[in-house]
């Protein structure tokens, strides 16, 4: 399985970027697929997950402004985010799991497959 993120750029603070993230190699349609985001010298925390039946599942900091969704027949995940401010500066990673727990979809160790990053810059 292979995770192909893209759609990350450098936009100003207000503004509004997708990001797709497409599989290959498997169909991951009974899957849970994640956004993940590591910003400069820091860890790598959980954004958003949509799980294998479309629930849906944001860190506090980004609901209301982050949108995740799915094309089971495309294969590809997407993460929508709005209303971007420069703390959203970061590399985000999608990630997908074939079985997860609820009460552990924010764990990365939790999924199996991860895609290669794209960096999101938010300027002031």
């Known amino acids: 399985v292979q995770l192909q993120a893209s759609g990350g750029g450098l936009v100003q603070a207000g503004k509004s970027l997708r990001l797709s993230c497409a599989a290959s190699?498997?169909?991951?349609?009974?899957?849970?697929w994640a956004w993940f985001r590591q910003a400069p010298g820091q860890e790598r925390t959980f954004v958003a997950t949509?799980?294998?039946?479309?629930?849906?599942y944001y860190q506090d900091v980004v609901k209301g402004r982050f949108t995740i969704s799915r094309d089971k027949a495309k294969n590809t995940a997407y993460l929508q985010l709005s209303t971007l401010k420069p703390e959203d500066t970061a590399i985000y990673y999608c990630?997908?799991?074939?079985?997860?727990?609820?009460?552990?979809?924010?764990?990365?160790?939790?999924?199996?497959?991860w895609g290669q990053g794209t960096l999101v810059t938010v300027s002031s």
């Open positions: 990630a997908a799991a074939e079985f997860i727990q609820i009460r552990l979809v924010s764990r990365p160790s939790e999924y199996d497959h």
């Open positions: 190699g498997r169909d991951l349609r009974n899957y849970a």
């Open positions: 949509i799980t294998w039946n479309d629930e849906t």
